[in-house]
């Protein structure tokens, strides 16, 4: 079985901040624990690196704007990299293949007879690279973004994107779980019911795109750009190899700011190519800083590389994931930050991991022997993946860490009842079964939390002695458990506390 998940490209005018960190966590979440799941994952990231925005943004630091977008896409792949981002595909828009791919779909709309040359005159968006009707301006003619907006008159071609309209509310109707949350498929349904006009798809006053194809005057929109990465990732559009194997995606994760490219134009593009739609998009919220909404004016736009550099990256992956409902928006807060590695990290699976194994390698002289026990804490464990296997369908990634942490949670809870400390002077059997229930709680705990936490779920099963190939969720289960379980050094703290 296979799995495509996408980040979007990210537009590089400038430095990466922690809302591109968040949406690229989001799908190595998803990436990973589709892969521990058994399946064959395709993840997909990478740079969008045309259009107006960045062709000013290379002539204000007065530099080529292929210089420009070198230097900053690396810092994007930097930030993928320090986050521990799974990534298959890292994919540049301004590489040869993109480019080609491209103009192949370019041309295989104008075959089709979607694209006409006409001329746009209207409101154009330069920060959002989008085209606004004066309906969806406010009283300071701002758009819905709160980006400005200039009036532009020039002749364009046009993609027919008017007639989709009852196509796209048909495959709506048809799939009405396309956009999570439901809040925002009901914005983009009432969107294409209020009507479609055709869509400008080339700009002939900018320079730094593609080329239409037998009319070099013009650059293709970007957006028609960026979105064929999806599509161009695979290969070649020749509807072979990867591309055959794995589109349509299975999900497309975005911000909520760039929702209706993703559930109204793609899938109208799609469509016209003779192509499904992508299977579900999911578009999550924006983050605060202590409740104030970030801007480089405010000067408070928080770098996900300083939070790296400080704390570490599972705790900002944690913090992000465990803080707010997936698709909601979000506040980030230090003491909030703090309260959740402290609290939960250190306290709760830390405190566990340490005052299990330190027992057992002081006082069981490192090693248990003992066959199957059947208690109710280790009956819990078992029912531990398919809860998260439920509320992944759903992409609630909040909960799947709430399961996690209530397990951890019942077992300090379990230790205290069972007290092996005193257990042990009357009943030593009794006490390494509670042991070893206690130890397999652990590993079920360490496996599940991979996706989230790679590198600190590794830490604890390396200490545990869980071989490399037995670290899939197909190895939940008693058949893999450690009767024969030995540790050979006193195990160290996993989770370090944030003072």
């Not at 690279?129 to 819905?144: G, H, K, M, T, V």
């Not at 939390?449 to 590198?455: H, K, S």
Request: proline share 4%; net charge negative; aromatic share 12%.
């Amino acid at each position: 079985m296979r799995y495509y998940v996408t980040s979007p490209i990210y537009y590089v005018n400038d430095k990466p901040h922690i809302g591109h960190a968040y949406t690229s966590i989001a799908c190595d979440i998803i990436a990973r624990f589709q892969r521990l799941s058994g399946k064959e994952v395709r993840f997909m990231t990478g740079t969008d690196e045309h259009g107006q925005k960045i062709q000013k943004s290379a002539q204000n630091a007065d530099i080529d704007p292929q210089e420009f977008v070198d230097k900053v896409s690396e810092n994007f792949r930097e930030l993928a990299n320090k986050t521990d981002i799974s990534y298959d595909t890292f994919l540049r828009t301004t590489s040869e293949n993109h480019k080609k791919c491209v103009k192949h779909v370019w041309s295989e709309l104008v075959k089709g007879g979607h694209i006409y040359l006409g001329k746009y005159a209207g409101w154009y968006s330069v920060r959002d690279e989008a085209f606004y009707q004066e309906s969806e301006l406010d009283e300071n003619r701002l758009a819905p973004s709160g980006s400005a907006v200039e009036w532009v008159e020039e002749p364009c071609y046009f993609f027919a994107l008017s007639k989709w309209q009852k196509p796209l509310l048909d495959f709506y109707a048809a799939n009405p779980d396309f956009v999570k949350p439901v809040s925002r498929f009901n914005e983009v349904i009432s969107f294409v019911k209020s009507g479609l006009q055709d869509l400008a798809v080339s700009r002939k006053s900018i320079t730094w795109g593609i080329p239409v194809p037998d009319d070099e005057e013009q650059v293709i929109y970007v957006w028609l750009d960026a979105l064929t990465c999806y599509i161009s990732s695979l290969g070649i559009f020749d509807k072979e190899g990867s591309f055959k194997e794995f589109w349509p995606a299975n999900v497309h994760i975005v911000g909520k700011d760039i929702l209706r490219f993703h559930a109204v134009y793609w899938p109208a593009f799609l469509m016209a190519l003779g192509l499904q739609p992508p299977k579900q998009i999911m578009a999550h919220g924006w983050w605060t800083n202590e409740g104030v909404k970030m801007s480089k004016s405010l000067n408070n736009t928080i770098d996900p590389m300083e939070l790296v550099k400080d704390y570490s990256t599972d705790y900002l992956r944690y913090f992000l994931f465990r803080e707010i409902s997936f698709g909601e928006d979000g506040n980030f807060s230090k003491e909030s930050f703090i309260n959740r590695v402290n609290n939960e990290l250190n306290n709760k699976i830390g405190n566990l991991c340490q005052r299990v194994l330190s027992f057992i390698f002081n006082k069981c002289e490192g090693q248990l022997q003992v066959d199957s026990v059947n208690d109710e804490l280790f009956k819990n464990a078992n029912e531990l993946l398919g809860n998260m296997q439920k509320h992944m369908q759903n992409f609630a990634l909040h909960l799947m860490l709430e399961a996690i942490i209530n397990l951890a949670d019942q077992s300090n809870k379990y230790m205290e009842e069972k007290a092996p400390w005193t257990l042990m002077k009357s009943d030593r059997k009794a006490a390494e079964e509670a042991l070893f229930v206690l130890v397999e709680v652990i590993r079920y705990i360490a496996i599940s939390l991979q996706p989230f936490l790679p590198e600190s779920a590794n830490k604890i099963l390396d200490q545990l002695g869980v071989p490399q190939d037995q670290r899939k969720f197909s190895c939940l289960s008693e058949n893999f458990a450690l009767r024969s379980f030995k540790i050979n050094a006193l195990p160290t703290p996993v989770f370090a506390k944030i003072c």
